[in-house]
């Protein structure tokens, strides 16, 4: 008889690296990565409102200030424009933070009547900006080489990260046999 280490290494040593496959997205889950996955771009890719309310410049930032209501910026879409003094962009949560916005206060803090709001008489300190970048940036590691890929990675970073979000590169599914030998002592 050999050791049990003996064995497993007569066993591993009859073993060869499994070859590559592309995979795509959707049937990824559960499979191993055999090359690490770069981000390919900024998330977000612009600075982004993380609230619902108005962008206004440093400048107009100042409790009880009366502004006007210039545009809007819905969530992914900019508002083409520069907003300069005396004036607000109404912006909601992941909306593009229009150009000379410093800040975005939030809708419980201003009073609106027509195309004028107010500023509260207290304003938050959070400036409510997400900063581009900030989830990750172009080249940030998001998954090793060998990890495993869960269905979040699927849904998350590597569909953020991969041009067109096609298919990733997996190590083949092994093909695993067992041999099972028992021998009844006499």
């Not at 612009?46 to 545009?71: C, H, K, N, Q, W």
Request: charged fraction near 25%; aromatic fraction near 4%; proline fraction near 5%.
């Amino acid at each position: 008889m050999i050791p049990v280490s003996d064995a497993l290494s007569a066993c591993l040593d009859l073993c060869a690296p499994l070859e590559t496959e592309e995979v795509p997205l959707a049937e990824a889950a559960t499979r191993t990565l055999a090359r690490a996955v770069t981000a390919r771009r900024d998330q977000p890719p612009f600075a982004s409102s993380a609230m619902d309310g108005y962008a206004v410049t440093e400048d107009d930032l100042i409790p009880g200030r009366s502004l006007r209501v210039v545009g809007e910026a819905a969530a992914g879409h900019h508002w083409a424009g520069r907003i300069g003094r005396g004036e607000a962009v109404r912006i909601f949560t992941g909306a593009p933070v229009p150009d000379g916005a410093a800040a975005v206060v939030i809708q419980e803090d201003v009073t609106r009547d027509g195309q004028r709001i107010t500023l509260g008489r207290q304003l938050d300190d959070n400036r409510n900006i997400r900063a581009a970048g900030g989830d990750f940036r172009a080249g940030d590691s998001l998954s090793a080489q060998s990890d495993s890929v869960h269905v979040r990675d699927c849904s998350c970073r590597i569909c953020n990260s991969v041009a067109q979000c096609v298919d990733i590169i997996c190590d083949n599914k092994p093909t695993i046999q067992h041999i099972i030998y028992w021998h009844r002592p006499r």
